[in-house]
């Protein structure tokens, strides 16, 4: 079986039917200003283009709810969080394209700057990081105050890949703790 498989794979080469697989744009990853961190769903599914991200955090800009924006989803941009090629493809990545949105009041908004939110308004992707293995963390104990009472906190590691938190309210006696 070997044997056969060598020789099929020496034709193959011969004919030039084997082609080198090249990992989908990472070519224009070294040419890019910004780094480039890619998601557990990047490396799950490597066909969809990976965004730039300029800025870990959000940007804090003021919006005014008579225009239309052009937020840039290829974090290249020089006048982020906004697309300098306006509704056109986006120059410096044509992968990409400007993603319209006009504010519903005029206000100081948190934009994503990581570029890995779904929309334009920071959900704190970059900043709280899915968890890339399937154990979690060692199970902490800790004590937060909540008006009178205290509530004791106990993360557990769950089979999923999560960390499932359990509150129990817990009142403080003259007796010490029930």
């Known amino acids: 079986m070997a044997?056969?498989?060598?020789?099929?794979?020496?034709?193959a080469a011969q004919r030039g039917a084997v082609q080198q697989q090249?990992?989908?744009?990472?070519?224009?990853?070294?040419?890019?200003?910004?780094?480039?961190?890619p998601s557990p769903w990047n490396k799950w599914f490597p066909h969809e283009p990976v965004p730039s991200t300029p800025k870990v955090g959000p940007y804090r800009v003021r919006l005014d709810n008579t225009e239309t924006y052009f937020f840039c989803t290829c974090g290249e941009s020089t006048t982020q969080p906004f697309c300098e090629?306006?509704?056109?493809?986006?120059?410096?990545c044509p992968e990409f394209a400007s993603m319209p949105?006009?504010?519903?009041?005029?206000?100081?908004?948190?934009?994503?700057?990581c570029k890995k939110a779904p929309g334009v308004y920071c959900n704190g992707a970059v900043l709280f990081p899915a968890p890339s293995s399937r154990t979690c963390s060692t199970p902490e104990r800790g004590r937060a105050r909540d008006g009178g009472?205290?509530?004791?906190?106990?993360?557990?590691?769950?089979?999923?890949?999560?960390?499932?938190?359990?509150?129990?309210?817990?009142?403080?006696?003259?007796?010490?703790?029930?």
């Open 149 to 178: 009472a205290e509530l004791g906190l106990l993360q557990r590691p769950c089979p999923g890949g999560r960390v499932a938190a359990i509150v129990r309210r817990t009142v403080r006696r003259a007796d010490g703790w029930n």
């Open 101 to 113: 949105f006009s504010p519903k009041d005029s206000e100081t908004a948190s934009l994503c700057g």
């Open 85 to 92: 090629s306006g509704a056109e493809k986006c120059t410096k």
């Open 3 to 11: 044997a056969l498989l060598a020789r099929a794979g020496a034709r």
């Open 22 to 37: 090249v990992p989908r744009a990472s070519s224009t990853w070294a040419a890019r200003a910004n780094p480039v961190y």
